[in-house]
């Protein structure tokens, strides 16, 4: 296992393209939470001694042979079994000191980095899951596991078999220290309705990202110049309601919004102004357009959580629909911060 800040893009192989990004973050100077990667070696070493390889690896078979009707099964199948699994020795020691790195019981999101998930010629982002506000070394484990298995959800299994010839499927895992959002969302930096790279397009709610994820609310989403950092057009929305940490520490819990906020914007333009600007950063840093998620904590302080190359984008066209974003949120879709 490595911190995210000794990764970079060549451990992507290893680590997965979430954990490889952070590093890459990390490495050019942009705020990221901190946290540690478990490399695909830890999946693969609990796979080999809990002797699921062979039951996993028969299921796999079926459904890339087409058999549609077994994804529901295997699915189930398979999360049952590594659910009751015990992480081998070694990788649970591994967890526990890297953990312990962060903080006593520090509150962390244990994220998928599946290897391939965020590479510029496929997506599984959506695909795998994300566990917010874990604490406690024994659910750090618990939900180092519950990512593993979600390797293995219909909608992954399904996507695995659309591909094809999709790789042997392996997963990484992300642990980052937790932001508590006060404002959270996505960025492009592009406009991936219009193609126009001038652009910068982002969603944004309040708390956490769950409620757009669950489609609880509509984010606000603004279109800003990367050039000039003018607002070209923003739609704001009604948010009822948002997740924020649980006081009892279970978690994130749902709240209602206070009536005052619902249907105020929650980006002002100096906020606006420093997404553009993180923007144009990690765009130049990768070299080509991605798809950032991003938090504000409630100090006031912008952290990156997540970049990833944007992998399908329209071309250029003289005037983007009038409901781009909500396009933009269907295609795209928002993860958790």
């Avoid at 020795?89 to 890297?98: D, G, K, N, T």
């Avoid at 024994?138 to 010839?165: E, F, K, N, Q, T």
Wanted: negative net charge.
């Amino acid at each position: 296992m490595s911190s995210l800040a000794e990764l970079r893009g060549a451990d992507a192989d290893r680590y997965g393209g979430k954990s490889a990004a952070l590093g890459e973050l990390l490495a050019a100077g942009i705020e990221v939470p901190p946290g540690f990667g478990l490399p695909a070696d830890a999946f693969r070493l609990f796979l080999a001694e809990t002797g699921l390889g062979r039951a996993v690896d028969s299921a796999l078979a079926r459904v890339v042979a087409g058999d549609v009707d077994s994804v529901g099964a295997a699915s189930h199948a398979i999360g049952e079994e590594m659910r009751s699994a015990p992480l081998p020795e070694s990788v649970r020691a591994e967890i526990a000191a890297e953990y312990a790195r962060l903080g006593e019981d520090a509150p962390v999101a244990v994220r998928s980095s599946a290897l391939g998930e965020d590479s510029s010629e496929a997506t599984f982002a959506g695909q795998q899951d994300t566990y917010l506000w874990v604490r406690g070394v024994d659910h750090v484990c618990d939900a180092v596991r519950d990512c593993w298995v979600s390797l293995y959800s219909p909608p992954a299994l399904s996507y695995r078999a659309r591909l094809g010839d999709a790789p042997e499927p392996a997963m990484g895992v992300t642990v980052q220290l937790m932001v508590d959002a006060a404002v959270s969302g996505v960025l492009f930096t592009c406009n991936p309705v219009s193609g126009d790279p001038s652009m910068v397009a982002i969603n944004a709610s309040w708390g956490l990202g769950l409620a757009v994820v669950g489609g609880e609310v509509t984010p606000d989403d603004f279109l800003v110049s990367k050039v000039t950092r003018e607002v070209v057009r923003e739609h704001v929305h009604a948010k009822d309601v948002q997740y924020v940490p649980d006081p009892a520490g279970r978690g994130a819990i749902r709240v209602d919004v206070e009536p005052g906020r619902r249907e105020v914007r929650c980006l002002e333009a100096e906020a606006l102004r420093a997404l553009v600007d993180v923007a144009r950063r990690v765009e130049r840093h990768f070299g080509s357009h991605q798809d950032v998620e991003w938090a504000f904590g409630r100090d006031g302080a912008l952290y990156v959580l997540q970049s990833r190359p944007v992998t399908a984008m329209a071309k250029p066209q003289t005037a983007p629909p009038a409901d781009a974003m909500s396009l933009v949120m269907q295609t795209f879709g928002a993860k958790t911060p």
